[in-house]
């Protein structure tokens, strides 16, 4: 009976960089010791990265979790679940009855932490493959009707309708050689995870979302680009890509439609600029990954100057569940135009930091209420910064604003890829700005003048005005600089970083040595 | 330095990329995932068998962040200094290592540890992040930190 047992272990980077490797080690020469040959799972990660490495055991009767774990408590957790031993202080009581859990909408993320990553048999199991059944039975038109009414906007910041992007890929004529879609895998902002969570946990959905997009526009090849800091999500995606096209869901016929997609998976090198779409596509083509001056839109001239869908992971991988279940069952998440989930990754100094998945709406005090439990140093929480390094600093007295994209773009903010940053009381908003400036020094494309240029003058006179050298002059002449990078930039780097700089002044001024800015 | 047999290495390593649109990223890719770096006098042996300028690839090598045109370090420690790991004492650790290791972030030098930057590993809930010859740590701090650069080469970390 006891054989019947299955423990799950993340194989997810955070999991194996807090010692998950070890601990499954650990786990199997114990089990062995007791003559046991139970199966040990490497699943995703549930999002609990504060209770990582997690170790879940079924014994017949729902998966129950204990953590964080380390090899020395195994023994204690195998007499408990095994033994009918005392429950160690590490046991947490059923998983899914965990209230970071059950707090949560999980539509993208709804198998991810649950399954076998590579295994099509979970896959299958828990609804996978369904969207795509449907997909091939439909019109490429109405495939991309459903993705325009379930109201689906681009995941990965820019939030730009999902369906109308496929709409103009699918009414320009490509010719001969074709048209591409590709997954912006390209997940650089600080603070953010959530695709790489994904794509540890759940690839098949991220390939299932790109063949539907295949389908629905008239692709035969799909491209994922990844960042090269993701060699765990490269592992799994590889294999993941190899196991789908075996089973006929990638190839010459997918799922038996007699339609054509396949996928390549491109590792990037280090450059957070290829994060923006058409610096991407750059680098897709083997160049320097240099900004494009855009109209011609990647949708009309993308790719290999083909007609192009450009997603991010989260945006692919919220196809699927679109096509299963409706545009209308995702779309009654969410509220006015910020329909359905949106992933929120808690990180920083929080007390419980992690992915949960989410209806758009939640304020962001209520967010830090519910799930991170304050700041992990116990000090108060001064600053939060959302959107990534391009995203503004929000003081507390700005913590009710609903997560939703039109309510912070009214407070100057930005939702981005939804990942949230906090700091305590210990931060220096000064040095966050001049960071913003220096980030986009090192990392600016260089092909437009305010980002190249404009970013080292933020640096310097950054410095100068922490150094209380002509402070004043230098704080108009700073706010100057920002505007002029913020409306005259190709592109969101330069445009989007005067954000973090503007909005440090604004609500911290204190830190730049001004009495009160907003006077 | 340069031989044939290096510029044999180099070919067959990018023959698979040579028919691949754009392959010149994967191509680079291979070369540095034999030789450890791209030598800068394997470029013309590159630009040739991708039918690309010699200007072409060594602007896309001078591009990325992660191409390297030197051999690379015994040890290689890349540590996080995106914001996330700087809430949670980032700054401070960066501080350390380069103290520890006596070298700078992203400098060239002799010394068997190179320390580099990234930013961000996706490792932000449980910041601060490195990794560390290619493996994963979180949750650091300097005495755990410490203890890791220790075990990289027992007799101190600065022969620099």
Not at chain 1, 84 to 89: E, L
Not at chain 1, 291 to 308: C, D, N, V
């Amino acid at each position: 009976m006891v054989e019947a047992i299955r423990f799950y272990i993340p194989g997810d980077a955070a999991a194996v960089a807090l010692g998950a490797d070890e601990l499954a080690a650990e786990l199997n020469s114990q089990l062995a010791q007791r003559g046991l040959h139970s199966e040990v799972v490497r699943n995703g990660t549930r999002g609990m990265i504060w209770l990582e490495p997690l170790l879940e055991v079924d014994w017949g009767q729902g998966r129950h979790a204990y953590g964080p774990v380390d090899s020395a408590a195994l023994a204690e957790i195998l007499e408990h679940c095994l033994d009918n031993g005392p429950p160690p202080t590490v046991y947490l009581g059923e998983t899914e009855a965990l209230p970071w859990l059950r707090a949560q909408q999980r539509l993208t993320f709804a198998r991810t932490g649950l399954i076998d990553p590579l295994s099509l048999k979970d896959y299958l199991a828990h609804e996978g493959f369904i969207g795509l059944q449907k997909a091939t039975a439909m019109e490429p038109q109405a495939i991309v009707e459903s993705v325009v009414e379930s109201g689906l906007r681009g995941r990965g910041g820019a939030a730009f309708p999902t369906g109308i992007k496929w709409q103009t890929v699918l009414d320009a004529s490509a010719g001969q050689a074709g048209k591409y879609i590709v997954c912006n895998a390209d997940e650089g902002d600080s603070g953010t995870f959530a695709d790489r969570i994904l794509m540890e946990g759940d690839p098949f959905s991220l390939i299932e979302g790109m063949a539907i997009a295949g389908l629905a526009v008239g692709a035969d090849t799909g491209y994922i680009y990844l960042r090269s800091e993701y060699p765990h999500a490269a592992q799994t995606l590889k294999r993941a890509i190899g196991l789908a096209r075996e089973a006929g869901y990638l190839g010459d016929s997918v799922a038996g439609s007699g339609k054509t997609f396949d996928l390549k998976l491109r590792i990037g090198a280090g450059a957070y600029i290829c994060g923006e779409e058409t610096s991407l596509l750059d680098s897709l083509e083997g160049k320097r990954g240099m900004i494009r001056a855009k109209p011609p839109l990647p949708a009309i001239e993308g790719l290999f100057g083909q007609p192009t869908v450009v997603n991010n992971v989260i945006t692919l991988a919220s196809v699927p569940v679109i096509l299963a279940k409706g545009a209308e069952y995702y779309k009654n998440f969410g509220t006015g135009r910020s329909r359905g989930t949106i992933p929120v990754q808690l990180a920083g100094n929080v007390l419980r930091g992690g992915l949960l998945e989410l209806a758009f709406g939640m304020s962001i005090r209520e967010l830090l209420d519910t799930f991170a439990g304050g700041t992990a140093s116990g000090r108060p929480a001064r600053a939060m910064q959302i959107g990534g390094p391009l995203g503004a600093y929000l003081p507390p007295t700005q913590w009710d604003t609903p997560l939703d994209y039109e309510a912070l773009a009214e407070r100057g903010a930005m939702l981005g890829h939804g990942g949230v940053v906090v700091f305590d009381d210990s931060v220096d908003m000064a040095e966050q700005a001049e960071f913003a400036m220096q980030f986009c020094a090192v990392e600016s494309c260089g092909k437009c003048t305010p980002c190249r240029i404009g970013s080292v003058r933020g640096v310097e006179t950054l410095q100068k005005i922490r150094r209380d050298e002509n402070r004043a002059e230098n704080l108009l002449l700073l706010n100057e600089l920002c505007e002029t990078m913020r409306d005259a930039s190709l592109c969101a780097m330069g445009g989007l970083t005067p954000f973090p700089v503007t909005s440090a002044i604004q609500h911290f001024p204190e830190d730049f040595g001004v009495e009160d800015n907003n006077a | 330095m340069s031989d044939s047999s290096v510029s044999d290495t180099v070919r067959e390593a990018i023959l698979a990329f040579q028919a691949e649109p754009g392959g010149l990223m994967p191509a680079l890719w291979a070369v540095q995932n034999v030789l450890g770096y791209i030598p800068e006098e394997e470029v013309p042996t590159i630009a040739k068998a991708m039918n690309q300028s010699v200007a072409e690839v060594h602007g896309v090598i001078s591009f990325y962040h992660d191409f390297k045109s030197r051999p690379p370090a015994a040890h290689t420690v890349k540590i996080c200094r995106a914001e996330a790991c700087q809430a949670m004492g980032g700054r401070r650790l960066q501080a350390f290592a380069e103290q520890q290791l006596g070298v700078e972030f992203d400098q060239a030098s002799s010394s068997a540890v190179a320390l580099e930057s990234v930013y961000c590993l996706g490792l932000c809930a449980c910041a601060p992040a490195a990794m560390v010859d290619g493996k994963l740590v979180a949750k650091l701090d300097e005495d755990r930190l410490a203890t890791i650069l220790a075990g990289l080469h027992g007799k101190g970390a600065n022969n620099g």
